[in-house]
């Protein structure tokens, strides 16, 4: 069974659980008659299992029968993962595929979070669609498997659920690709929002991920917008492969430039001693990594 390390409150009573699940199904858009049906669940579920953190230690396999016994019982459950009420394994979070199914709960709970990632969102340029999946598919897995909300992520929290999502046995190789992609987003709006200190670096086996998201590694807004606006030109007349390849040699790059050149905010400043210093004195650290290697094989495309 795998258990990430979670922030968890003191536990509630069975009446207080049920009296702050039914005062959060007020802010839900359901239907009195639905709203009805689900604390009528959660009373059943919590009348056979009025300990939810030791019903929690049951094995997962009678966990699942009994969610799928009293079917009202998974928001319950989820509701006090998000909250913090309940340590829930990461094992049950990637068996019942938590993501979506908890979206709406997470939107209600923690309304002020998401409108700061949205706007973090808006500020990198995102389309709308994949905000709302990366908001919709990622925040509530990692909320709910580290009991931190959203603008409590720790870079620690987003490292931890990435482990666990690669070692899971309940996810295949494409949900697994999917949901660290989407983490990995959602790592980048943390960034933006100053959430976390240390934007994400893009690396084989997170999956795909974005023009936006590999170049997130370039300090420089500027030069930052350059590269993306250059890639996606590119993206007309080059192959997908030599996009990614030309992607990760321009993140190499800004990268370099970001670490040895912090004050550098445009490439119309770019002078040939940023990339050959020759006296001493202003040569990069010995090591460092000018990103030039990776990139003479686009220089030609």
């Given at each position: 069974m795998t258990t990430l390390p979670l922030a968890t409150r003191p536990q509630d009573r069975p009446q207080e659980l049920l009296a702050a699940y039914a005062q959060h199904c007020t802010l839900l858009s359901m239907s009195p008659t639905s709203a009805g049906d689900r604390l009528a669940g959660a009373r059943r579920f919590l009348g056979e299992y009025p300990d939810l953190q030791a019903w929690m230690g049951r094995p997962l396999a009678a966990r699942l029968a009994d969610l799928a016994r009293v079917k009202s019982a998974w928001p319950l459950v989820g509701f006090a993962a998000l909250t913090g009420r309940a340590r829930v394994d990461f094992d049950l979070l990637a068996a019942r595929h938590v993501g979506r199914s908890f979206?709406?709960?997470?939107?209600?709970?923690?309304?002020?979070?998401?409108?700061?990632?949205?706007?973090?969102?808006?500020?990198?340029?995102?389309?709308?669609?994949?905000?709302?999946?990366?908001?919709?598919?990622?925040?509530?897995?990692?909320?709910?498997?580290?009991?931190?909300?959203?603008?409590?992520?720790?870079?620690?929290?987003?490292?931890?659920?990435?482990?666990?999502?690669?070692?899971?046995?309940?996810?295949?190789?494409?949900?697994?690709?999917?949901?660290?992609s989407h983490l990995h987003s959602l790592a980048r709006l943390l960034y933006e929002a100053r959430i976390i200190d240390t934007p994400p670096i893009h690396r084989r086996g997170q999956g795909p991920g974005n023009l936006a998201s590999r170049l997130s590694v370039v300090a420089a807004p500027a030069?930052?917008?350059?590269?993306?606006?250059?890639?996606?030109?590119?993206?007309?007349?080059?192959?997908?492969?030599?996009?990614?390849?030309?992607?990760?040699?321009?993140?190499?790059?800004?990268?370099?430039?970001?670490?040895?050149?912090?004050?550098?905010?445009?490439?119309?400043?770019?002078?040939r001693e940023h990339i050959r210093p020759t006296p001493r004195s202003s040569r990069p650290a010995a090591g460092a990594d000018n990103g030039l290697a990776r990139t003479r094989s686009a220089r030609t495309r």
């Open positions: 979206a709406g709960a997470a939107a209600a709970l923690f309304a002020e979070d998401l409108t700061t990632l949205r706007a973090a969102a808006a500020r990198l340029g995102w389309a709308g669609p994949w905000t709302e999946t990366v908001i919709g598919e990622a925040v509530p897995l990692a909320v709910a498997a580290t009991g931190h909300r959203p603008s409590a992520l720790s870079e620690d929290d987003i490292d931890q659920v990435r482990a666990a999502v690669r070692t899971s046995a309940y996810y295949t190789p494409a949900v697994r690709r999917s949901h660290l030069i930052r917008e350059v590269m993306l606006t250059y890639l996606q030109a590119k993206q007309a007349v080059v192959k997908v492969s030599s996009i990614r390849n030309l992607a990760s040699h321009l993140a190499a790059f800004g990268e370099f430039l970001t670490r040895a050149y912090p004050d550098l905010s445009r490439l119309v400043d770019l002078r």
